[in-house]
């Protein structure tokens, strides 16, 4: 099984948290990307499911600033799917657009010989705030949006994707989550993925913004 592929699938469905984890406090981390231009600060901690189960929940904030235009981030979250290529997930798909500013989602990634095959169902927001030079996305899991498949359904996730213009052409870009399990797995692999994968799930969506047309 490819090393990386396995590491892209912890890290997108935030990363399928064990339930030994020896620190879930409110204590919050922070790392730097090599050439020390994006900082993710990230936290683990835990709430009660709907199963009245302990279970994990990973916050990440990752931020950069880059010279890039806001209408190339616009258009590359407007464009769904290619939200694959820097979530990490095998799909991502249109269910439904609900108008110029709401659009409901589908993600799929394959199992592998250590996590089985995740989905999840998101409603995907934006505001514009082009007086203040401002653009949000808001994904927010909704397991109801879609049919449920035999694969592990993710019930439990938040993502904020928030883009500002900064002078000097420059544009200041953060990516918040809160994400809890779709299934367990061992502690050591969630300390492994994090921060690395918070850091190279940044690059690759500057990578695609720079390359998509607004």
Known sequence: MNTTILQSTLLTWII?????????????????????????????????NEDDDKVPVVKTITTTTE?????????????IAKHKDFRGEK?????????????????YSDGTLLTPAVDGSYRM???????????????????????????VRLTYA????????????QLEITIKTTVSPGFKVPSMMLKKAFPKKSLENMEKFLE???????
Not at 91 to 99: E, F, H, R, V
């Open 125 to 151: 927001i934006f505001v514009e705030d082009r007086q203040n030079k401002t653009a949000t996305f808001t994904l927010t899991a909704d397991p109801t949006l879609i049919e449920k498949t035999d694969m």
């Open 91 to 107: 799909s991502s798909k249109l269910i439904n657009k609900i108008s110029e500013n709401e659009w409901s989602i589908y993600y």
């Open 16 to 48: 399928f948290f064990g339930t030994n984890l020896s620190a879930q406090t409110d204590e919050w981390k922070t790392a730097l990307s090599k050439n020390g231009k994006i900082t993710t600060k990230y936290n683990f901690s835990s709430r009660i």
């Open 158 to 169: 938040k993502e904020i994707y928030s883009f500002k213009e900064v002078g000097g052409n």
């Open 67 to 79: 010279s890039i235009g806001i209408d190339n981030c616009i258009a590359l979250m407007k464009n």
């Open 208 to 214: 695609a913004a720079k390359k998509e047309i607004p």
